[in-house]
């Protein structure tokens, strides 16, 4: 079970990151990446396609953000955001089954 509080704690943190290396518009469109795949999780009747694209989204600007910070910067960035990284995996192995 995903404990809420760190969820939302760990999506701040992302979003302050990325508003900070990328810029605020990136920003929105993770949290809205992401708060669409939690309504899609808690309602699974929900998914769709679309599911796909916000993955995407979310873990190419992870990606572009690891090209521009140091290695140990980037890990310090995965290691504070375990809960979106597992809550993502968990996501991704239920979209098959609908």
């Known amino acids: ?3 809420l509080e760190i969820f939302r704690i ?4 992302l979003q302050q990151v990325i508003k900070s290396i990328i810029g605020d518009k990136v920003s929105r469109e993770i949290s809205e990446a ?6 899609c ?5 929900t998914y769709d396609s679309s599911l796909f694209s916000y993955i995407q ?3 190419q600007y992870i990606n572009q953000i690891q090209k521009e910070f ?5 890990k310090l960035l995965m290691n504070n955001i375990p809960t979106i990284r597992i809550f993502m995996e968990k996501v991704k192995t239920e979209i098959p089954k609908c």
Not at 34 to 39: D, G, N, S
């Open 1 to 3: 079970m995903i404990n």
């Open 10 to 13: 760990e999506l701040n943190y």
């Open 34 to 39: 992401i708060t669409a795949l939690v309504t």
């Open 41 to 45: 999780f808690l309602n699974p009747s």
């Open 57 to 59: 989204t979310i873990e």
């Open 70 to 74: 140091e290695p140990y910067e980037y």
